[in-house]
């Protein structure tokens, strides 16, 4: 996930060079199909993470494991007459893993905010950039919400034993909220645009 | 002087459900006016129509005159959707202003700041760009003392100098000043009743480690039928204090709880899915007691702030302990002195975390949290704490 204050090493660094890791390599990833290719690439991101101090990556190594072993057994089974089809199936996996890693490199240490911030600078209209704004600026509050919801039905006694009522008081106050949201920030947006606009 | 806001027999309602009727008021230039009525009775309604969001914005019947010269702002009563910006300096957008104490805020970013800060930040922004008239639609609401005697302070300084229309539902606040009346108010609070305490009901003994929240020895004893009230500023811990009893936080220590127990949280959003308000409550004698059978087939969600607030106290389930978290914010009087009746007519025991000086008064003893201690406070610290910030 995005980091609200993030303070990593690589948290000082424009944006530019970031980006160029996030989306440069996994393309580079596609270009090539020499394993050790994928290895030295994959060796690189997992550097970047180490000296950023994600603290997720074992867990994040470890449950992308059993889906990608899955995966490869069905290739495998299905696909024995390709030559070379277990180097094939590396390539695929390493290529998986620098894709996924080098994403994970751009959330960890990018502040959400200085997208928005370059993306002002560009000047791209503001209906695109003030949307992305605000769901990034509100997508904490939200998850403080669905966290009350989940302790309260847990006092309540609400579990998956009756799934409809579990579904219905989970989301029902949800999307009420979110619903009350919206109606308070458009007003808000709306007393602002006039407090703007100084004629 | 001129007269900047004149409304004569004004009426408006929703969908042909009538909010208020025949509203008369003026507003003069450099006026402070404080507007008060009860839950339910149009203040925003009121503020949205004079900020010029109600014809154009939101649909509505209209029916009287009302004149509006000048630009209007306003500010609401929940701080954090009006903050746009990512720093109080964008927020704001002029040169710093001087003199209103929010000098050490000046860098900040909006997750730094706390819901009080959000707000002063909110008023000096609309304070400072050039508006004629100001509507502040509750802004105190969510306030601890603290914040709400900085905020006031501000509004002092800038008295006389701003035209200023404050809608509200209590008039404690102010000192004498121009008051008009929507709806009508009542103010009669029950006396307080002494009730014999009984076994122990409740020892508690532990430590948290929560973001933004630390304390090592937090020591509680709680008896059968005592009423305790739980005072601290806004991020202090009451509402991890009260959600660790509950056992909803992870704690390092013992709670022994003798008996079954209730929760209500603040924020009254979160709770409601049933279809209506008597399938949420459950018992009619209980909603006899909170004044809520002419809601019996409401559908929950279509409730005011203050009546959904009211209706999370009275679908509480019955137990020997309950925890209220700000059980009286959005309350209008005459619901307030509904919940001091009930805890003092009750012989459960209570916990109660608050903001509420009138809640103290039919408590039995006063717990503050400061610095992630807790401890006994004494009357004067009581009245010291309502006056920090001043």
Same mark, same amino acid.
């Given at each position: ?199 | ?71 209007? #702002? ?5 701080? @954090?959707? *009006?903050? /746009?910006?990512?720093?109080? %300096?964008?927020? =704001? $957008?002029?040169? &710093? ?80 000043? #121009? ?5 009508? @108010?009542? *103010?009669? /609070?029950?006396?307080?009743? %002494?009730?014999? =305490? $009984?076994?122990? &009901? ?189």
């Amino acid at each position: 996930m995005f980091l609200y204050n993030s303070k990593t090493v690589f948290s000082c660094w424009p944006l530019t060079p970031k980006l160029l890791i996030a989306f440069l390599l996994p393309g580079l990833s596609f270009l090539t199909q020499e394993p050790l290719h994928q290895a030295i690439m994959l060796g690189f991101v997992l550097l970047l993470l180490v000296i950023a101090r994600y603290s997720e990556l074992p867990k994040l190594l470890l449950s992308l494991l059993p889906f990608i072993l899955l995966t490869d057994a069905v290739f495998i089974f299905l696909l024995p007459e390709i030559p070379n089809i277990f180097r094939v199936v590396l390539t695929a996996n390493l290529r998986i893993y620098v894709v996924l890693l080098s994403f994970a490199f751009f959330s960890y240490t990018t502040d959400v905010f200085s997208i928005v911030k370059a993306m002002k600078r560009t000047r791209i209209p503001e209906t695109v950039y003030l949307s992305l704004y605000i769901v990034l600026r509100f997508l904490p509050e939200m998850e403080q919400d669905l966290k009350e919801i989940r302790e309260l039905n847990k006092l309540k006694g609400v579990s998956w034993k009756k799934p409809v009522r579990f579904l219905q008081a989970h989301f029902l106050p949800l999307l009420l909220i979110i619903f009350q949201r919206t109606e308070e920030l458009s007003i808000a947006y709306f007393l602002r645009k006039k407090r703007e606009n100084k004629d | 002087m001129i007269t900047l806001i004149k409304a004569r027999n004004l009426s408006i309602s929703f969908n042909g459900k009538t909010v208020f009727k025949s509203f008369e008021f003026s507003l003069r230039e450099k006026q402070f006016l404080v507007v008060i009525g009860p839950n339910g009775s149009g203040k925003t309604t009121l503020g949205l129509l004079l900020a010029g969001l109600i014809p154009e914005f939101i649909k509505a019947e209209i029916y009287g005159t009302y004149t509006i010269s000048g630009k209007t #702002g306003m500010l609401m009563q929940n701080p @954090s959707p *009006q903050f /746009f910006a990512l720093t109080v %300096k964008e927020e =704001i $957008g002029a040169a &710093l202003p001087q003199g209103v104490g929010i000098e050490e805020l000046w860098e900040k970013s909006v997750f730094e700041l706390s819901e009080g800060e959000k707000q002063r930040v909110n008023l000096i922004a609309n304070l400072c760009n050039g508006m004629d008239t100001l509507i502040l639609d509750e802004p105190l609401e969510l306030l601890d003392p603290f914040q709400a005697n900085r905020f006031l302070k501000i509004i002092k300084s800038f008295k006389g100098k701003k035209t200023i229309l404050w809608l509200d539902k209590d008039q404690g606040f102010v000192e004498s000043e #121009g008051k008009i009346f929507l709806g009508k @108010s009542l *103010q009669k /609070f029950p006396k307080r009743r %002494k009730h014999s =305490i $009984g076994k122990k &009901l409740l020892q508690a003994e532990f430590s948290i480690k929560r973001e933004g929240f630390e304390s090592n020895n937090i020591n509680l004893k709680l008896y059968e039928g005592e009423k305790v009230a739980l005072i601290g500023l806004n991020g202090s811990g009451k509402t991890t204090l009260l959600k660790a009893i509950a056992g909803l936080v992870p704690i390092k220590g013992i709670v022994e709880l003798q008996s079954n127990f209730s929760f209500s949280p603040q924020n009254p959003d979160h709770i409601f899915f049933e279809n209506s308000v008597q399938q949420e409550i459950g018992s009619m004698q209980r909603m006899r007691f909170f004044g809520l059978q002419q809601l019996a087939k409401n559908f929950p969600e279509r409730l005011s702030k203050g009546q959904k607030k009211l209706l999370s106290l009275a679908s509480l389930q019955q137990g020997q302990l309950y925890l209220l978290d700000e059980p009286t914010t959005w309350l209008d009087v005459e619901n307030k002195a509904t919940v001091y009746n009930w805890i003092n007519n009750s012989r459960e025991a209570f916990l109660v975390a608050t903001h509420d000086r009138k809640l103290l008064d039919y408590c039995d003893r006063v717990l503050l949290i400061e610095g992630g201690e807790l401890k006994e406070c004494s009357s004067t610290t009581v009245k010291r704490f309502f006056r920090a910030g001043l």
